[in-house]
């Protein structure tokens, strides 16, 4: 049954129906998958946070859906650091919510707290992006990254214990990628410039890579048979949603 509507994504992605697959229909699929999936997760949550059911979600009703049994129950904190942690995360969601609210009113229409819930997807939201990935990252509050916040973020080191080579290499493209002007250290728009490339497309990349590794006979485009094929990385790729689609009926997709 997976395999006939692994079938059917096929023909799905083949837009010009001309029996072959190209890097470009490929990419147009998969950016189309990210869209349904980003849109899917908000219609998922929404009915949580709408609570007035106006079909806008206000801040204070987020606010009361996410935080509501802690604000009316303060006890509920054990020590100082719960404390300090709730109110960290209050202030960030309410910035972020904040960021996304254009029109300023504190009440999210659905592409707004679309943007809330996924600021990635949105040109206005980058610069929340890089903030809280700082934030995130930036252990001693200076704001900036150095070469050690960047490395814990990924290794925990172990006394005793040597760094792995992968390490070794991420300590290299820190210093010769990331840090940019070679101070020592990441700022905003070096940290923009890592985790948001201007120049880089995941859906093309990926598209390409399908590509490469499934055209057998090395004519830049993709047949029925050369996918069905190389069913297991399809399955395993945001072509197929890493093959939830596989079990969606046709309609669906």
């Given at each position: 049954?997976s ?13 010009n129906?001309?029996?072959?697959v ?31 059911k ?13 935080y ?6 303060p006890?509920?904190?054990?020590d ?6 709730f ?5 960030r ?9 254009i ?14 819930l ?12 890089v ?8 252990k001693d ?7 050690d ?22 300590r290299?493209?820190?210093?010769d990628?990331?840090d940019?002007n ?21 859906a ?13 006979d090395?004519?830049q ?12 990385m ?20």
């Amino acid at each position: 049954e997976s395999q006939i509507r692994y079938v059917k994504i096929v023909d799905r992605i083949d837009d010009n129906k001309d029996q072959f697959v190209t890097t470009e229909e490929l990419k147009a699929w998969i950016k189309r998958v990210q869209k349904r999936y980003i849109y899917e997760n908000v219609a998922k949550v929404w009915r949580d946070y709408d609570l007035n059911k106006d079909n806008k979600i206000a801040w204070d009703e987020y606010k009361q859906a996410t935080y509501g049994y802690y604000l009316e129950n303060p006890e509920e904190f054990q020590d100082i650091a719960d404390q300090l942690s709730f109110k960290k995360m209050l202030h960030r969601d309410e910035r972020r919510f904040k960021s996304a609210d254009i029109d300023g009113d504190l009440v999210a229409t659905r592409e707004e707290f679309t943007a809330f819930l996924h600021p990635e997807e949105f040109e206005h939201m980058k610069e929340i992006v890089v903030l809280e990935t700082l934030e995130d990252i930036d252990k001693d509050g200076n704001g900036f990254i150095d070469e050690d916040e960047y490395i814990a973020d990924m290794f925990a080191h172990v006394e005793g214990v040597a760094e792995p080579d992968w390490v070794q290499t991420e300590r290299e493209q820190f210093s010769d990628f990331r840090d940019l002007n070679k101070d020592g250290k990441m700022d905003k728009a070096e940290i923009r410039h890592w985790i948001l490339p201007q120049d880089y497309d995941h859906a093309q990349a990926e598209a390409r890579h399908l590509v490469y590794e499934s055209d057998k006979d090395k004519d830049q485009k993709l047949s029925k048979q050369e996918i069905l094929d190389n069913w297991n990385m399809f399955v395993g790729s945001q072509a197929t949603n890493y093959g939830e689609d596989l079990t969606r009926d046709h309609d669906e997709l």
